[in-house]
């Protein structure tokens, strides 16, 4: 109950900050994200009890807080680059057509967030360069994996930047190589 709680509150941070279009990308991935940061830096979360278009009957639980709107930035600009890349790799029209859609969106959070932004991009960037000359060593790819999860899971640089870092970085080699 509380992570679909949760899920809902992420759900409701897309829609308010990036409308249907950013709900669109919406993901149990990165729920975890808002719980474990949530977990961990206790924000004040706003428990409220609404109904949607999913759940127009009844009314469920939604817990929101500032980790719900930061992690709703990072899912709506890896949904952005993600499709960039499907379009780029496989042609993919509605990807296109989505990436363009949300371009103005990841503008103001590449503003916000330009370093983690920036690094999240070469690492993307080199592993487009590493799948297109057939690299063959995993463990490269799975590197730059690593890279862009450090970034996300790094919320702000605090006490518990390195930590997030390491788990992020190795999560993102585990999570490239399991796919």
Known sequence: ??????????????????????????????TFLVILLTGLYEPETIYSEER???H?????????????????DM??????????DDWQDDRKLMKKLLASSLTNKVKRIEKAYSQKARIIKAALDRMSELENNNESNIDLLAEQFGIIMAQILCMKNDEWYDTLKVMGNSLGRFIYILD
């Open 52 to 54: 949607c278009v999913t």
């Open 56 to 72: 127009p009957l009844r009314k469920h639980p939604v817990r929101r807080n500032v980790v719900s709107d930061y992690v709703a």
């Open 75 to 84: 899912n709506v600009l890896m949904t952005y680059y993600k499709c960039v």
């Open 1 to 30: 109950d509380k992570y679909r709680s949760y899920y809902c509150g992420l759900c409701d941070s897309l829609a308010e900050a990036h409308g249907l279009k950013g709900q669109i990308s919406l993901s149990y991935d990165m």
